[in-house]
Nanobody, 118 residues
């Protein structure tokens, strides 16, 4: 089990930047190479979308809509997952959730509202 606490949401103008953090109560990855962490978002009227992914091996994946603008990273010393969002667009407005997939079990943060104004 693990607790995930998100921080860093807010209101920003288009073209601005925002940083999200997801602090875990313990080490995030085990020896299982299938483990991964990611950021998801859900906007009103839309399905949940995976934005970014980082595996226990350190490889990353990004949705096409955010590639080149968002960066996911893991601070192992602080057990914290980060999402750096640059050049934000109104279409990025959503509730953002961090996720840990660990040995067939999913853990979720409480969600952080990100609102991008035109």
């Amino acid at each position: 089990q693990v607790q995930l606490v998100e921080s860093g949401g807010g209101l920003v103008q288009a073209g601005g930047s925002l940083r999200l953090a997801c602090a875990a109560s313990r080490s995030l990855f085990t020896i299982n190479v299938m483990d991964y962490m990611g950021w998801y978002r859900q906007a009103p009227g839309k399905q949940r979308e995976r934005v970014a992914l980082i595996t226990s091996g350190g490889s990353t994946n990004y949705a096409d809509s955010v590639k080149g603008r968002f960066t996911v990273s893991l601070d192992n010393a602080k057990n914290t997952l980060h999402l750096h969002m640059n050049n934000l667009k109104p279409e990025d407005t959503a509730v953002y959730y961090c996720n840990l997939h660990e040995r067939l079990v999913d853990y979720w943060g409480q969600g952080a509202q990100v609102t991008v104004s035109s």
